[in-house]
């Protein structure tokens, strides 16, 4: 009997080194499922395979669970190319998680707006395409500022995002801003949203409980992206998008190279592919966002629906990301607190 | 037992045999549970800085209002989930037990088929359901019991009816388990004395169930205390329990120290409450 427990054994041990010999062989991302992962798989993933030949296996995991994952992993990373949403990449670059990228490893370096290319020097990767953050209307309301939030004819149909979405994040710095505070200082958007909750607003946490919102009718006004206007348009729901008169800020998602990983090189080349002209015309094309590539054309129409040239760009509000990161755990802590009931 | 093997026989085989029996179980009980909870155990008493006592992250727990009421609430909506489990999983687990087979069948599985699911569709399901214009407020307001506007989404009920349907199976399956031993002519007999049917429900079957409600009730405390998607999603943002405010130290703030000794707490909540149940039937049974 004991030499068939030792075989057991044998085979279970086998079975693990054969598990982690074969995850070594596949190229592993991240993505952010749905709609997102079926267009990242047409527009990036898959020409990816083709051209280098290699299988890549996809994640799906939104920015915050997939930093969680690489920190945990750090020891033994699983992901070649991690893309975050959130500004995560400033804590996994100054963690060491990722591998710093020089501008000649990529070649459509020189085509991205300055913007995107910022944060190469701190070890983080490029911005591949913006989301804009601004308001979402059924038609009923037709607002034009940050303010038309408060004023709602009926303030149980105003929803804005959990602070733990990014979109949400954005939501209580932008409105904090139009409240005159400051990065220092976000006590007058906590403040702004209290008031709205006062009103009866709602704060849902994921993309589908927007849609919901506004398929159930609960919901006629929320502050969310752009991109999922368009995602609730393509379902049918009447949904305008509108950038506030005060301006909106931008959800930067970027592609990083994961440090220590067998093949960082094929990592730096899924990022420039990333980033390439065709690539985001495809990501406005059929998700609505915006490109950070200079290069890229646009028919008219499809202009019109996502922040598009020089000019466009750069009026984007951006907080400091540094400071954003800094500060997001105490944000959190104290938006919290705000909301519990 | 004319088939038993000589003890020392069943003594050598047994031994290889247990080993291989038990080895799976296991080596999936060392590798996926012991071993990560025993680095949560290491993580939750490393302080936030240095010199500061390994209690530090117990200590700010209980220090702070905000935690103590997330506990509270996880606390008190997983007793409510429990007692409500309970009274509904009894009477069906009864029904399923002394009703012909194939209706007793029927119902096991319509209890038993929301397992199959995703537990993320069904807690979407109850989104739909219960938000503000779903179904629930319709036929409440056409009940006239309240306006079409009302929801039950994102309020403590709403929890509570998404988590009793969750949990549902486990406790009519643990009860059923011990109401099918329980002799019909023992009811029988009681109702040869004289007593109607519920005073037979009430001093003969629901006595001698109290094995299976005890550990169909433990079993659904420990799985509600601890669960995070349907009170995250039915619940919402604005009621936090504490396994969502664990995940959200684990991937938004990045707090590890703090959210493992968060899990501590969690974890030691569900062994007090388990520890005396086994010494209990330990005592009882052997």
Request: proline content about 5%.
């Amino acid at each position: 009997m004991t030499h068939l427990s030792k075989g057991a054994l044998v085979a279970v041990a086998a079975s693990l080194l054969a598990g982690t010999a074969m995850a070594q062989e596949t190229f592993v991302i991240n993505s952010f499922g749905g709609a997102y992962e079926e267009a990242h798989r047409r527009l990036v993933i898959e020409p990816f395979e083709q051209m280098y030949n290699v299988e890549v296996e996809v994640v799906t995991a939104y920015s915050a669970d997939a930093l969680a994952q690489l920190r945990a992993q750090a020891e033994n990373p699983q992901f070649d190319v991690i893309h975050f949403s959130g500004g995560q990449e400033v804590t996994a670059a100054a963690e060491g998680l990722l591998a710093p990228i020089t501008p000649d490893q990529l070649s459509n370096y020189s085509q991205l707006y300055p913007f995107a290319v910022e944060g190469l020097e701190q070890g983080q990767g490029p911005v591949y395409s913006v989301a804009v953050l601004g308001l979402l209307s059924d038609g009923e309301a037709a607002p034009t500022s940050w303010n038309d939030l408060f004023s709602a004819s009926n303030g149980e149909d105003v929803a804005i995002a959990d602070i733990t979405n990014t979109y949400g994040l954005l939501t209580l710095l932008m409105l904090n801003q139009v409240r005159g505070g400051t990065l220092d200082d976000i006590q007058p958007g906590l403040d702004a949203v209290t008031e709205l909750l006062d009103n009866g607003a709602q704060i849902l946490s994921s993309s589908p409980e927007f849609q919901q919102a506004f398929a159930q009718d609960a919901t006629s006004l929320a502050a969310y992206a752009q991109d999922y206007a368009y995602t609730l348009q393509q379902a049918g729901l009447p949904i305008d998008f509108v950038q506030p008169a005060e301006g909106s800020p931008g959800i930067y998602i970027t592609a990083n190279v994961v440090a220590g990983r067998p093949n960082e090189e094929l990592a730096r080349a899924f990022v420039d592919l990333s980033i390439s002209a065709a690539v985001q015309a495809g990501w406005a094309e059929a998700l609505r966002y915006s490109p950070t590539n200079s290069t890229v054309e646009l028919p008219v129409d499809l202009a019109g629906q996502v922040v598009y040239g020089d000019e466009a760009a750069a009026n984007l509000v951006r907080f400091d990301p540094v400071v954003v990161n800094a500060q997001r755990s105490d944000w959190t802590d104290d938006w919290n607190r705000a909301i519990a009931q | 037992m004319p088939h038993s093997l000589r003890p020392a026989e069943r003594g050598a085989g047994a031994f290889g045999e247990s080993i291989l029996l038990i080895g799976p179980g296991a080596a999936l009980l060392i590798g996926a549970f012991l071993f990560p909870v025993g680095q949560i155990l290491v993580l939750s008493i490393v302080p936030p800085e240095e010199g500061l006592s390994i209690w530090t992250n117990f200590a700010r727990f209980f220090e702070d209002d905000y935690y103590l009421r997330v506990a509270w609430r996880t606390f008190r909506l997983s007793v409510i989930i429990t007692l409500v489990t309970a009274m509904i999983g009894f009477p069906l687990a009864y029904v399923v037990a002394r009703t012909p087979r194939v209706v007793g069948y029927t119902l096991l599985l319509l209890t038993v088929l929301p397992l199959m699911t995703s537990v993320v569709v069904r807690t979407f399901g109850w989104i739909i359901a219960l938000g503000r214009g779903g179904p629930v407020a319709d036929l409440l307001s056409l009940a006239g019991l309240g306006a079409r506007d009302a929801t039950l989404l994102h309020t403590e009920t709403g929890i509570v009816i998404a988590m009793v349907q969750v949990l549902l199976p486990f406790m009519t399956l643990t009860t059923l388990g011990v109401i099918s031993t329980i002799h019909p002519h023992l009811e029988e007999a009681s109702r040869t004395m004289g007593a109607g049917f519920y005073r037979t429900l009430r001093h003969v079957v629901l006595p001698l169930s109290v094995p299976g409600l005890v550990s169909g009730s433990l079993l659904v405390f420990a799985l509600s205390i601890s669960s995070f998607v349907t009170p995250n999603l039915v619940g919402g943002v604005r009621l936090p329990v504490m396994a969502g405010a664990i995940y959200q130290q684990a991937t938004s703030t990045l707090d590890w120290n703090f959210a493992a000794a968060q899990s501590t707490l969690l974890l030691a909540a569900v062994l007090g409450l388990l520890i005396p149940y086994l010494a209990l039937t330990r005592r009882r049974h052997g």
